[in-house]
């Protein structure tokens, strides 16, 4: 299984950044995949999640700035991001549980993208 992510980088306040991750390895289409975040110093969190069907989650803070979507076609997993913040900062991941697991909790992580928002 591999998760990679990319998208991320030095953006200013209120500006924009669409993360994206690229799937291997498992069965996408039928997978709930997730984004996590963490910030220095703070425990890591879940910031979207969607399912197979489209539904999908948000944390309630960023549901208003943040959306996530998949394209099963090409097994890839997006975090458009906007008007952001420098409380955004921080380390994003890519998630996704084992196949067939019952579980929506992750077993499965990208090695993360740096998102830093500038005052």
């Known amino acids: 299984v591999r998760l990679v992510e990319s998208g991320g980088g030095l953006v200013q306040t209120g500006g924009s950044l669409r993360l994206s991750c690229a799937a291997s390895g498992i069965p996408f289409s039928i997978i709930t995949m997730a984004w996590y975040r963490q910030a220095p110093g703070k425990e890591r969190e879940l910031v979207a999640q969607?399912?197979?069907?489209?539904?999908?989650y948000y944390l309630d803070s960023l549901k208003d700035r943040f959306t996530i979507s998949r394209d099963n076609d090409k097994n890839m997993l997006y975090l458009q991001m906007v008007s952001l913040k420098p409380e955004d900062t921080a380390m994003y991941y890519c998630?996704?549980?084992?196949?067939?697991?019952?579980?929506?909790?992750?077993?499965?992580w990208g090695q993360g993208t740096q998102v830093t928002v500038s005052s």
């Open positions: 998630a996704a549980p084992k196949p067939y697991s019952g579980s929506y909790y992750p077993d499965y």
């Open positions: 969607i399912g197979v069907g489209g539904t999908t």
